[in-house]
């Protein structure tokens, strides 16, 4: 597993982002960049998969304040939280999310698409690109694996 881009199941880790970031980067990027509301879908999307101990584990429980203030079941991030959260937590939310749920974090493409304010940013264009690459690469993989070795002879 790389530390930076998590998990490397489906061929391989992705293949860094400009200047050598890899996606939590980008994530915490194209955050930075977001409207409030575009910043609470994203967290949403992020936290979603993650249980009270991740979320407990990862940076100083600011995301487990989060989520309960939230909702557990219809859980939606209000926005006096979004203020609390910085880039180097969004980084570190996201490293975890993707050992977690590598479609959670993949789900953002299909966020960021449908948001006109973040499918104008460049940096979310990369973002989009590496986890649709990413995606691809897993199905491949995975249509492969259910082939079975006799395929491979």
């Given amino acids: 597993m790389n530390p930076t881009t998590g998990p490397s199941e489906g061929g391989g880790d992705p293949p860094p982002a400009r200047n050598g970031m890899a996606i939590p ?3 915490a990027e194209v955050y930075e960049t977001a409207l409030p509301t ?4 994203m967290l949403e999307q992020l936290l979603r998969p993650l249980g009270v101990l991740s979320l407990v584990a990862i940076a100083d429980g600011v995301f487990a304040k989060i989520r309960f203030r939230g909702g557990w ?3 939606h991030v209000r926005l006096e939280d979004i203020p609390n959260v910085q880039s180097a937590e969004i980084v570190a939310l996201v490293d975890h999310a993707q050992q977690v749920s590598v479609e959670a974090v993949d789900g953002l493409a299909r966020l960021v698409l449908m948001s006109p304010g973040l499918s104008g940013s460049a940096a979310a264009m990369v973002l989009v690109g590496l986890l649709l690459q990413r995606s691809r690469q897993r199905r491949v993989e995975g249509a492969r694996d259910q082939a079975g070795p006799e395929r491979d002879a």
């Fill in 38 to 41: 575009d910043r609470g879908h």
């Fill in 25 to 27: 980067e980008l994530v």
């Fill in 73 to 75: 079941q219809e859980f």
